[in-house]
């Protein structure tokens, strides 16, 4: 609803911080992207399609997305999964576990070594409810940890010592998972890299549809930190945490429970390396650059406070001189 306001008013188990260059990267461990996204529905009570969608993309490699019918946000969460533990990126909307069977599905996919489901570690890309929700349903699990999103426990868990610079990795067991600080939407925003399948995570910082941009220096900041990470890395995917396009590149209605014909979900690389050029033109306020609208959430609820308080006083002005004036008639 935030964002529906916004933008209508503006129409681990090894963890290290490191610096040190890339290394030649091994062959990519693909899979497939060839995937219809639930779209929910005109009528969400005349739909059968399930609440929780979940892609394989290849064997230890999972997308999730809620359904547009059980969240207007439609996010994505994914699940990777090594040979020690598996990682979940994002938890979601819906934190009803009969709503949404996010926590159910996610265990039953996991693999199980002598009889017991392997360790889950709940990372986050930011804050927002949109996003971190469903770690509710994951409380009481046994053999789940789940970081919190505040600052402070993301510097303590990665070791930022200087935070927003360094890389940590998460070691999830012959898988390696690069956290790299990309705050700017958010002030604990982080994407992660996945060394085998070359995916990058980019939650909100980044993804096709609005960037909503709290500080700007922070997000430009941001932006040239991950174009010079990926710059000698492969990647096969940049995959956000929502879908706010339209395949003719138009942008679909906020709020709505009905996504026809959506943009891929899949960005490229040398979208993520265009990314400082484009946050580079942002005015601070409300501005757009090829497909991407920028705007600041923040400035522009200030600007509808300001807005109403003055329509506010020009009301109470112009009632005052109704009054006055009746009362030289009488």
Known sequence: ???????????????????????????????????????????????????????????QTFILRENPCATAEAPFMYLLVGSARA????????ADAAQMPLATTVIGILPRINGETIPLLILHTHGHLDHRSGDAQFKSLPNVEIVRTDLDHVRKYFGFADWPNGVAQIDLGNRIVDAIPTPGHYPSEVSYYDRDTGMFFSGDFFLPGRLIIEDSSADLASAKRVAGFIQDRPV?????????????????EIGSHYHPREHVLQLTKQDLLALPGIVSTFNGFYSQSGMFVMYNQSRILEGIGLTFLLCLLACILGLRRLLRRRKKTN
């Open 236 to 252: 096969s995917y940049v995959l956000g945490g929502h879908i706010e396009l339209g395949s003719d590149g138009g942008y679909l």
């Open 87 to 94: 990682l979940l990126v994002d938890t979601g909307d819906v």
């Open 1 to 59: 609803m935030l964002r529906t306001i916004v933008f209508l008013f503006a129409t681990g188990m090894s963890l290290a911080p490191q610096n040190s260059p890339a290394q030649p990267a091994p062959q990519l461990t693909l899979g497939s992207m060839d995937v219809h996204w639930n779209e929910g529905a005109p009528d969400c009570s005349k739909t059968s399609q399930p609440p929780l969608q979940v892609h394989p993309y290849n064997a």
